[in-house]
């Protein structure tokens, strides 16, 4: 159980008075809340869910260190076959709580608490999967269940090449090119 006092406001705001008074001193703090609104690219926090930080806050003249580790659930969309994914998220943390903070470095300090919330929510972010995956084994889209018109209209009618075959080829099974990219034809790396 923490010795470190809750302030009230928020879950993640701890009161270090006590802690302050006597540096060189530890403090287990553990706090679950929620962290709304933690997103990056196509993964985020599960609605709904809280986060749980397990931590110590050591007091060190002027300044706090936080060290611990905040556990949570993300959820998101596969990048290959945008089916629904998720896991289980464990960030670990070690930050520095000053009066005269550095941007980008530490975090403010403030007299009498502590406001942890800046400090968890980027490093939750920042530790949200970018491009997130079913499974590795995901091929994406099932291209027999789902094809791609290569129509000029995108399907049906005449396809860009005219010869009315929609099928991708240029009439005689040969796969049709794409005139954008002629130039590329004249290219030569032979010397």
Do not use: K
């Not at 599960?46 to 949570?72: N, P």
């Not at 406001?115 to 079913?134: N, Y």
């Amino acid at each position: 159980m923490s010795t470190v006092g809750v302030v009230m406001g928020s879950t993640f705001r701890v009161a270090i008075g006590e802690l302050m008074r006597h540096p060189g001193t530890r403090r287990q703090v553990t706090r679950t809340g929620p962290l709304p609104g933690v997103a990056l690219s196509s993964s985020r926090l599960a609605e709904g869910d809280d986060v749980r930080l397990d931590a110590t806050l050591e007091a060190q003249g002027t300044t706090v260190m936080l060290t611990g580790t905040v556990t949570g659930a993300w959820v998101g969309e596969c990048r290959r076959c945008l089916d629904a994914t998720g896991g289980d998220l464990v960030v670990e943390l070690r930050e520095v709580f000053e009066p005269d903070p550095v941007e980008g470095e530490t975090y403010p300090l403030g007299p009498d608490h502590v406001e942890l919330t800046p400090a968890v929510r980027e490093a939750v972010a920042l530790a949200l999967p970018l491009a997130p995956l079913c499974r590795e084994a995901c091929a994406g889209p099932d291209p027999d269940g789902h094809p791609v018109a290569a129509g000029r209209d995108g399907g049906g009618g005449d396809d860009a090449d005219g010869d009315d075959e929609g099928d991708g080829t240029n009439g005689h099974g040969e796969a049709r090119r794409d005139p954008r990219w002629a130039t590329l034809d004249q290219l030569r790396f032979d010397r």
